[in-house]
């Protein structure tokens, strides 16, 4: 009998324009004989914004259709759907395996986004009314990230007009031109942050999973974890699938053919030992 697996997918972004993802059929095959799917944050839309029956219907047809295709789901939370799932992170393979959407990883959340200085008022506001033992308790952060999350309201993602969205879109991320200045030291940082992360919070971790940065990618570190994030669905960059099996831990391309979404080559794998 195969053994069972789970497949890791993250920052699906359905119901954005900027999503390649139109319709979730297009994700069948990806789904295809997963025991567990594992969607690591920002699947959808959730935070506040000027069509609440658009954001419903997305939160409705998502969780519908998972439901119906897949045999066990498990909904981390991002920082666009910080209220669609009561749980922000995950353990797999014994422990070996940490997945967590990753915009915890920033003390800021969003560092170049346009929603930073609110994010880091926001965050002030709140660690004032944690004790500080509690400032780096990781239920106790994630919550706290996670209100500040959903407080932040939804900027291009809530325009329906195409032409519209696409000015708005440019204006969000490429205004003023030191935003790319920003994206870019956010991709370096992650690998060293997640790394960290994962010390302070899983010293036994062997591979922290991430998403939030839609920068897919492969970083061995120095103290020994590798740091895998999925990228995302949304515009170029592309996105990876993580298998993961009893006894080892595949990272495959994601590739789009005919309107749909495959598992591809695989491009790297790492064993897994054995409990």
């Known amino acids: 009998m195969p053994a069972a697996f789970t497949r890791i997918l993250s920052d699906i972004h359905f119901g954005d324009r900027a999503s390649n993802v139109k319709r979730l059929e297009q994700l069948r095959p990806l789904l295809a004989g997963v025991d567990h799917l594992v969607l690591n944050g920002d699947t959808l839309d959730t935070r506040p914004?000027?069509?609440?029956?658009?954001?419903?219907?997305?939160?409705?047809t998502v969780r519908a259709f998972f439901?119906?295709?897949?045999?066990?789901?498990?909904?981390?939370?991002g920082n666009h759907d910080a209220d669609f799932s009561p749980q922000h992170y995950l353990d797999v393979a014994n422990g070996t395996v940490f997945v967590i959407h990753g915009d915890i990883l920033f003390d800021d959340i969003v560092p170049w986004s346009g929603d930073a200085p609110f994010v880091r008022r926001r965050m002030?506001?709140?660690?004032?009314?944690?004790?500080?033992?509690?400032?780096h308790d990781l239920d106790h952060r994630l919550a706290l990230f996670r209100r500040v999350a959903a407080a932040i309201p939804?900027?291009?993602q809530s325009e329906k007009h195409g032409l519209k969205y696409t000015l708005r879109y440019l204006a969000d991320t490429?205004?003023?031109?030191?935003?790319?200045?920003?994206?870019?030291?956010?991709?370096?940082d992650t690998p060293r942050l997640a790394a960290s992360f994962a010390q302070r919070h899983r010293p036994r971790a062997e591979f922290i999973v991430t998403g939030h940065t839609h920068r897919p990618g492969i970083w061995p570190t120095a103290g020994g974890v590798t740091v895998i994030?999925?990228?995302?669905?949304?515009?170029?960059l592309g996105g990876t699938a993580v298998d993961v099996f009893a006894d080892r831990l595949t990272v495959r391309r994601v590739q789009f053919r005919r309107g749909e979404f495959h598992?591809?080559?695989?491009?790297?794998?790492?064993?897994?030992a054995r409990p």
Do not use: M
Not at 49 to 60: A, F, I, L, Q, V
Not at 67 to 77: A, D, G, M, S
Not at 127 to 133: G, K, M, R, Y
Not at 174 to 188: H, K, Y
């Open 154 to 156: 939804q900027r291009h």
């Open 174 to 188: 490429v205004w003023p031109p030191t935003r790319a200045l920003r994206i870019v030291s956010a991709w370096q």
């Open 67 to 77: 439901f119906r295709e897949i045999p066990t789901v498990t909904y981390l939370t």
């Open 124 to 135: 002030a506001e709140e660690f004032q009314t944690l004790p500080v033992e509690l400032h």
């Open 263 to 272: 598992p591809g080559k695989a491009i790297a794998e790492f064993p897994l």
């Open 49 to 60: 914004g000027p069509d609440p029956e658009h954001t419903r219907e997305c939160s409705t």
């Open 229 to 236: 994030n999925t990228g995302s669905y949304a515009l170029a």
